[in-house]
């Protein structure tokens, strides 16, 4: 393990002195206002673009990303870049289309739309689902795989001891209280220190790639060139170079097979089917449909929150070169025996390649992991807190309450949450570490995302479709990824026309392990057709006339020169890079 010097510490410390500084200005600027509810959870009409754009990518890359999907990097290569560059077309999709609906219909919550548009029920229903979501699933990966990478910095432990676990446990608290410190002040103060925030995880994340390029260059001897380090990893590794990957010659093998690692590294991203399925329900679900990414523009006027989502995508493009060719030259490096004290784990690369950064730059590059870990928990914070609050508490509970109650609830339902997680992750309860966190998020997101999506989808722009239609699909979405999931493989086989089933060994905590399962995102994909055909099917059996059918206006999709301009340099630059590593 790595330990850190004096200078580390101090530029942590004035890292952390910035952002808490920062935040308590913009929270003294606007104390007046922080009594009232849209200005506390949605900071109505104060955030420019440029702040929007920067909250959701500071929002959006955390722990998940630097140590999730640098492991994938690790596993997998440039194909796990798929998430973040599909992204990109996604946010100009949602921004286009998407905004326009949310703005004109004066949208600020998602179960809000859903009330809006279906009936209280689904709203209710979904708000539920969320928050068991937004909790177990991504409040406490967040955590786990933070404290853990900045565990394996900051101390000698070996992992998997009581020191070990007492440090993770202390990590997990102080970051726990950091995000609190930033979530406490409310929406603008959380959208603004993100722009610090975004500028110390980009900075930092550059500066570990940089570092742990020039190590390759040299273990390489090519002297200390991060352009020849990158293209010592391409010479030496093409395949981790591959946007697309092989469909695996046998959907069986074990653990001794050559062809077992492409089945475990397929079934996480299946090629070229994944294009067709999964991965725009991941990306349009997550960044369209999702309180914690949305919240960010619902507050501002269409023109501002167009352009900021835009400008996000812009930004997207960039972050594999932060969070995945570290787990890539991690992946190099262990193969040819340079990481001693690394034991292969895909979730330990990113922490690996950290330790070999000098001193001042390790301080930064934690500043960065932790910038990334502590705006995603106060994002996520700040939604829970907001649909429990407007959604749950106030039309059940606090009906007469006013403003200023409304704020303590929202605050006090933050630090519950964060116990909550605390709570979860104090021994891995969930099993994150199992199958590498990036992975697990996915799988387990994608549960719920085929029928919130289509749900989503035809409500904004099928006018027919019914609040029955919407109760059926989000329960049938849930019901069929558990089937696809499971009990699929044993009804049709390992092979049928809808699916390959994959059955493979794989070595867990010293111990064989056989499973067979589908790609989960071919899963989400066929779960998500199934579910928008039965929708389809209950709505034109319903009435003709939707009276809770949205108001739209095409005049709203008509777009500034600047979100022409953003729009055409995206696509050019992801055109560039899809025919670079095709």
Known sequence: MNTLASV?????????????????YVYRKRKTAEHDSKAFFLAEGSLTWWAIGASLIASNISAEQFIGMSGEGFFVGTAVAAYEWIAAIALIIIAVWFMPVYLKN??????????????ETVALIMAIFWLFLYILVNLTSILYLGATAITGLVGDATAGTPEFQNILHLIMIGLAVFALVIT?????????????QVAVLIVGGLATTYLALTVVSEQFGLGKSAIAGFK????????HFKMILPKPASNTATINDAHNLDIQKYVVLPGIAMYFAGQWIVNLNYWGCNQYITQRALGADLKTARTGLIFAGLLKLMMPVIVMLPGIAAYVLHKHNALPNFN????????AVLG????????????????????????????ISTIFTLDIYKKYFGKNDDEKKLVMMGRYTVVAAMILAI?????????????GGFTF???????????????FLLGMFWKRTTGTAAIVGVVLGFVLAIFFNSKAVDIFGKETWLYTAYTYEKLEKGVVHTVTEIPFLINMGWSFVITVAVMVGISLAGPKVNPKAFITDKSLLKLEPRTIALIVVTLMLLAALYVKFW
Do not use: C
């Open 8 to 24: 580390d510490y101090i530029i942590f410390v004035l890292y952390f002195v910035l952002v808490a500084s920062y935040g308590y």
């Open 106 to 119: 004066h949208i600020y919550t998602m179960p809000q739309f859903l009330k809006t548009r279906y009936n």
């Open 184 to 196: 406490l002040g409310g929406m603008k103060v959380i959208g603004y220190t993100d722009v610090i």
């Open 232 to 239: 010592a990893l391409m010479s030496d590794s093409p395949e």
């Open 344 to 351: 292969g784990v895909k979730d330990g690369a990113y922490s």
């Open 356 to 383: 070999f950064l000098p001193s001042g730059l390790k301080g930064l590059s934690i500043a960065a992991l932790t910038a990334a870990i502590v705006a995603s928990l106060a994002g996520k914070a700040n939604s």
């Open 423 to 435: 709570l979860f992750t104090w021994n891995d309860l969930l099993g994150i570490g199992g199958e």
């Open 441 to 455: 998020i996915q799988k387990y997101t994608g549960f719920i995302s085929p029928g919130v999506f289509a749900m």
